[in-house]
């Protein structure tokens, strides 16, 4: 058997205090791996400006670390949209840094520094003893444009190492291919928008509200991020003659897929993304939330002999330094190779859940007309956690302008805040507020607040721990149930799934209730009805 690590996105230089701690959990959750090949695809760095020496120092100290615990193996290391250009979105292409990591790379064993041959972008490299061929791509070259957190996957770059891959049909080995950007749109992320929450006032303004003036949905990462010629690329990955797996990064979330080839002579791409190891990655409800964030992580790849199988390993952004870090694997795919195909095997049995965290997580809300916001409604909302937490922590948020007020804590009145706002919600305690224009009321406020064309409204009750009763009651109030039937979902905020769930109409109380028991930590449970014309 053959294990690869798969190291993405640890955008060295983001936070240099806080990943000192990150960077200390991720050498000690790979410390009981064996590996043969350890792979980075992309975004090393935060940005091309960093001082090099300094910034290829730091990364080499760390892989030496790693190595410590993995073995002396060989290690191959992509570019990202991150290492070319400021913050992986502005400024025009630059590949100084990685062009000086490279130098430094030919000094040390057993590191390939690939994307140094531009405009030449795909490399057949020979990993020894690995039963698959192995090509990396540089998908990050972007030789015009200001504005880009994109690439390229170009035809020709693929078709030649194709040709040389034509010496070896017949031989019935997997290809393993490496590239910094996704393939296919990746979920929860795809709708995400474009994070300016640190650049200036006039940025914030021109993409928040002039570019998508210009272009549609152009404050969106996903116009932005996915790589041109990635259709091209897939239809060319399926007519190579074997199976393929693609190793890739850029979106930070975890992710596997299957794409089954539907002619003749087509194999099958099993698509696995990798999540960041090296920043906690926030979840993005709404342009302005600050809602909580997924662990670090990284994926193992097995190759024993016909069956593949890939795991995810989450592990906390920083640790006591007492006691071991607890990692949390999470299986991918268990796929075997049957000729050019990808059969999905049995996946091995999971290990048990752990015992509930809470023992209940519930939130009582009513819509109510707006006391203040002409066009909203007002969501008047009581909750209560019991079990295991001596607090928990609630992120309120509704569009701009609204606020929490009457805040009663245990019946202990709190100042009124604007929202987005964090309340603490002690254990056992009820917790009474009223966010004032929580929701748009209209399609007409909906469209002035999100964006034309907003056709929905929602509210919801996030699950940060494992729970054993999980529940979110509504009281519509002036939503019409008649003509906005109301639905029910639950997201995982881990995987970014997200499904339909039973809403149960509860007459006596006029209201609606959805309930999960033994519900997952970071599940989200949303209430969603479409919004009607202003009347009149």
Not at 242 to 257: D, E, W
Not at 264 to 285: F, H, K, M, N, R
Not at 333 to 342: D, E, H, I, T
Request: charged letters at 20%.
């Amino acid at each position: 058997m053959k294990r690869i690590l798969h190291l993405s996105d640890l955008h060295l230089g983001q936070d240099p205090v806080g990943q000192v701690h990150l960077f200390e959990s991720l050498v000690e959750a790979v410390r009981a791996l064996s590996v043969d090949l350890v792979v980075f695809t992309g975004d090393v760095f935060d940005s091309s400006t960093l001082p090099a020496e300094q910034a290829c120092d730091e990364f080499l100290a760390l892989l030496s670390r790693i190595r410590r615990e993995v073995g002396e193996v060989p290690a191959l290391v992509l570019p990202g949209n991150h290492d070319r250009r400021d913050a992986g979105l502005v400024a025009p292409f630059d590949g100084a840094l990685f062009a000086a990591l490279a130098a430094r790379a030919r000094t040390q064993p057993n590191l390939t520094v690939l994307g140094g041959h531009v405009p030449f972008l795909a490399h057949r490299v020979t990993v020894p003893g690995l039963a698959a061929h192995v090509v990396a791509y540089d998908s990050t070259y972007l030789p015009r444009g200001l504005l880009s957190a994109g690439g390229v996957l170009r035809q020709e770059d693929l078709l030649e190492v194709g040709e040389q891959l034509l010496p070896f049909a017949g031989d019935g080995l997997p290809l393993l291919f490496l590239v910094h950007h996704h393939l296919v749109p990746t979920p929860v992320t795809d709708t995400g928008t474009i994070d300016v929450s640190r650049k200036s006032p006039l940025t914030r303004f021109l993409v928040r509200h002039v570019l998508p003036e210009l272009v549609a949905f152009g404050d969106h990462e996903e116009l932005t991020m996915t790589a041109m010629g990635a259709g091209t690329a897939l239809s060319t990955l399926h007519s190579l003659g074997r199976p393929v797996v693609v190793l890739h990064g850029h979106k930070h979330y975890p992710t596997a897929r299957l794409l089954k080839g539907l002619e003749p002579g087509d194999g099958d791409v099993l698509l696995l993304a990798a999540g960041s190891c090296g920043t906690s990655e926030a979840w993005q409800s709404a342009p302005h939330s600050e809602a909580p964030r997924l662990w670090p992580s990284f994926n193992v790849v097995e190759l024993d002999g016909e069956v593949l199988r890939a795991r995810s390993v989450a592990f906390p952004p920083a640790r006591d330094g007492r006691t071991p870090a607890v990692v949390k694997p999470r299986p991918l795919a268990v796929v075997r190779q049957v000729g050019l195909a990808w059969d999905v095997a049995r996946p091995e049995p999971l290990p048990p859940p752990p015992e509930p965290t809470l023992t209940l997580n519930e939130a009582v809300l009513r819509l109510v007309p707006s006391q203040r916001h002409l066009d909203r409604l007002d969501v008047v909302t009581t909750r209560r956690v019991d079990g295991g937490q001596a607090e928990y922590q609630e992120l309120v948020e509704g569009p701009p302008g609204a606020r929490l007020e009457e805040v009663r804590v245990g019946g202990v009145p709190l100042e009124d805040v604007a929202a987005p706002a964090t309340l603490q919600l002690p254990d056992g305690r009820e917790v009474s507020y009223r966010l004032s224009g929580g929701v748009c009321a209209s399609l007409d406020a909906a469209a002035q607040e999100y964006g034309v064309g907003w056709a929905y409204e929602w509210v919801g009750l996030l699950n940060r721990y494992r729970c054993a009763l999980t529940r979110l009651r509504v009281g519509l109030g002036p939503v019409d149930p008649a003509r906005q039937r109301p639905f029910a979902s639950a997201t995982d905020l881990t995987t970014g799934k997200e499904r339909v769930v039973e809403l149960q109409r509860d007459d006596a109380q006029r209201s609606y209730v959805v309930e999960l028991r033994d519900c997952p930590a970071r599940t989200l449970l949303r209430v969603t009805w479409p919004l009607a014309p202003r009347p009149g």
